[in-house]
């Protein structure tokens, strides 16, 4: 059965850092574009980033400069740096994956992915 669970999650002071992790398992990460996604209260979910086969990254606008995504194909295990957290950041984070061709560009909307972990609560506070 394929999961994906995330990681890393938490209360966290403005200017501080976080790493989310998306670990997953019954398939091989590596025929897989990741994305991250965040839902805050009452908002649409958001492409936030997304990382391709090939390890080309993609953010959203908002995030640029400030978080990074990466994977570890060897641990089925993607993750998300996220630096100089603002309130703004509050939400609940999600990671998605869906199996493309090599070098297929990763997609920051969600419908262009199928597999879904259940999300992780960051909340940026002081």
């Known amino acids: 059965q394929s999961q994906l669970v995330e990681s890393g999650g938490g209360l966290v002071q403005p200017g501080g850092t976080l790493r989310l992790s998306c670990a997953v398992s019954g398939f091989s990460l590596e025929y897989y574009n990741i994305g991250w996604f965040r839902q805050a209260p009452g908002k649409q979910r958001e492409g936030v980033s997304c990382?391709?086969?090939?390890?080309?990254?993609n953010y959203t606008d908002s995030v640029k400069g400030r978080f990074t995504v990466s994977r570890d194909n060897a641990k089925d295990t993607a993750y998300l740096q996220m630096n100089s957290l603002s309130p703004e950041d509050t939400a609940i984070y999600f990671c998605a994956a869906e199996p493309v061709a090599p070098n297929f560009e990763c997609q920051l909307t969600d419908y262009m992915y199928n597999y879904w972990g259940q999300g992780t609560q960051v909340t940026v506070s002081s």
């Open positions: 990382i391709n086969r090939s390890g080309v990254p």
